[in-house]
């Protein structure tokens, strides 16, 4: 099966995975003082500054996503940010019982997310965007 210039599949890709991170970033902000407990708590350096950081990353890179602009860059930026934030916030093997099966959960999601990103990283965001509609045509 051949790839279709244009199809509409990476556009309701873009619309399925921008959520998770502009909600997540949203969260952040308007919980900020709980987020705050949980950057202490993973020893994060400046926690107030890499909470604001942290939203934005989600914020900007997911809706650099949802519209396809700059997908590529935002998809390689939200990728490298889930590295650390999966192995720092979700370190199931530290934990068990209840703890434990939602830490795995949440790992698992975040590996599955990168997925995605990754394709989008090496795709594009496909005909249905910014992106797009900003490439030279041939």
Same mark, same amino acid.
């Given at each position: 099966?051949?790839?279709?210039?244009?199809?509409?599949?990476?556009?309701?890709?873009?619309?399925? +995975?921008?959520?998770? /991170?502009?909600?997540?970033?949203?969260?952040?902000?308007?919980? !900020?003082? =709980? &987020?705050? $407990?949980?950057?202490?708590?993973?020893?994060?350096?400046?926690?107030?500054?890499?909470?604001?950081?942290?939203?934005?990353?989600?914020?900007?890179?997911?809706?650099?996503?949802?519209?396809?602009?700059?997908?590529?860059?935002?998809?390689? +930026?939200?990728?490298? /940010?889930?590295?650390?934030?999966?192995?720092?916030?979700?370190? !199931?093997? =530290? &934990?068990? $019982?209840?703890?434990?099966?939602?830490?795995?959960?949440?790992?698992?999601?975040?590996?599955?997310?990168?997925?995605?990103?990754?394709?989008?990283?090496?795709?594009?965001?496909?005909?249905?965007?910014?992106?797009?509609?900003?490439?030279?045509?041939?």
């Amino acid at each position: 099966m051949s790839n279709s210039s244009g199809s509409v599949v990476p556009l309701i890709g873009r619309i399925l +995975i921008s959520p998770v /991170f502009i909600l997540s970033g949203i969260y952040k902000i308007t919980a !900020f003082s =709980t &987020m705050m $407990g949980y950057a202490a708590a993973a020893h994060l350096p400046l926690p107030k500054v890499s909470l604001v950081c942290a939203a934005a990353i989600e914020i900007l890179g997911g809706l650099a996503i949802l519209t396809g602009f700059h997908t590529k860059l935002a998809a390689w +930026i939200l990728f490298l /940010f889930l590295i650390p934030t999966t192995f720092l916030f979700h370190n !199931f093997w =530290t &934990m068990q $019982g209840a703890d434990f099966q939602n830490n795995v959960s949440h790992f698992e999601k975040n590996v599955a997310i990168m997925g995605g990103l990754l394709i989008l990283a090496a795709f594009g965001a496909g005909a249905y965007s910014i992106d797009s509609s900003r490439a030279p045509k041939s």
